[in-house]
């Protein structure tokens, strides 16, 4: 009878669900979930701009122009935000903003990830010339200013959003490979991969089922906060003229043509500013939550 106790106790008592502990340690971090809701809000409002923007971002309202915002006098519910210097809407152009700098910056995150992890199991797992080669190139890449890296490689390749996302791609990646092999080398001492490769496990499996799963969270966190200096530099690309180019509704570009009216039509420059410093704080606020879920030692 005692026995069929302990037994039921034993299985009440049994760990929660991997995501279920996750999140149990997320959710302690009140900035983190702020910064994942207003990321969620700020990626819907992206997905449905076509259906919630009140304007279409090109169109020209030459009856508006810098039309200040609503609260203003001279604004107009028809223009919440205001108008810029040729009559488009802000709102919708932010609104479409928000669509190009996170589809771009997810692309750069995701190319950065996918090449900086292939990279990094390499230089780990070979210990050796191609090691050396690998790392003291990334050591190269790290050692010159990134906006300036990429300010050389989109000035080489041209001005244009693809070409500035690709520039960012070269920037994001050395801190990939180093976190990657890092993580590597410390997992490949552990038993577990000994055991594993004693047991004839080839070297790919070792590679991408033995060790790589077990490197996986550091590189996660990596991702998200990337996500927001991918933003970040952009933004900054497209405002020196070199990342998107008008008319696309871009923040940075946005910033760059407006730049001549900062004294007389303030709100011109300092919505599509607002936005970057949001998805910016947002994205690292997220990242720490990540960050402290995620890795062990400081789980409490």
């Not at 191609?130 to 790290?142: A, F, G, K």
């Not at 693809?162 to 050395?174: F, G, H, K, S, T």
């Not at 799963?213 to 003229?241: E, K, M, Y």
Request: hydrophobic share 55%; proline share 6%; aromatic share 8%.
């Amino acid at each position: 009878m005692n026995m069929a106790v302990e037994h039921v106790d034993s299985g009440a008592a049994a760990p929660p669900h991997p995501l279920v502990e996750f999140w149990q340690y997320f959710r302690q971090n009140r900035g983190a979930v702020l910064g994942l809701a207003v990321v969620m809000t700020i990626t819907l409002v992206a997905v449905l701009a076509g259906v919630i923007a009140p304007h279409a971002p090109h169109e020209q309202y030459r009856d508006a122009l810098l039309m200040p915002p609503v609260w203003l006098d001279g604004g107009s519910w028809r223009f919440v935000l205001g108008t810029d210097d040729i009559g488009r809407d802000i709102l919708s152009r932010i609104i479409f903003g928000a669509q190009v700098s996170l589809s771009i910056g997810f692309l750069v995150v995701t190319l950065a990830l996918v090449v900086g992890v292939a990279l990094g199991l390499v230089a780990g797992f070979s210990r050796g010339a191609l090691d050396i080669v690998i790392m003291r190139s990334m050591d190269v890449m790290l050692a010159l200013p990134s906006l300036l890296l990429a300010i050389v490689i989109v000035a080489i390749l041209g001005p244009s959003l693809m070409n500035a996302a690709l520039a960012v791609v070269v920037v994001q990646l050395p801190h990939f490979v180093r976190l990657t092999r890092a993580a590597v080398i410390t997992e490949r001492a552990k038993d577990y991969v000994v055991a594993s490769r004693v047991s004839g496990a080839g070297l790919h499996r070792l590679m991408f089922f033995t060790v790589l799963p077990n490197c996986v969270a550091p590189v996660i966190v990596q991702g998200t906060l990337g996500f927001s200096t991918a933003v970040l530099d952009l933004a900054a690309l497209g405002f020196l003229g070199l990342g998107a180019q008008p008319p696309t509704p871009e923040w940075g570009t946005m910033l760059s043509n407006a730049l001549q009216f900062i004294q007389r039509a303030w709100w011109v420059v300092t919505f599509p500013g607002l936005a970057i410093l949001i998805v910016v704080l947002a994205f690292n606020l997220m990242g720490d939550g990540l960050r402290d879920a995620l890795d062990p030692k400081l789980k409490r």
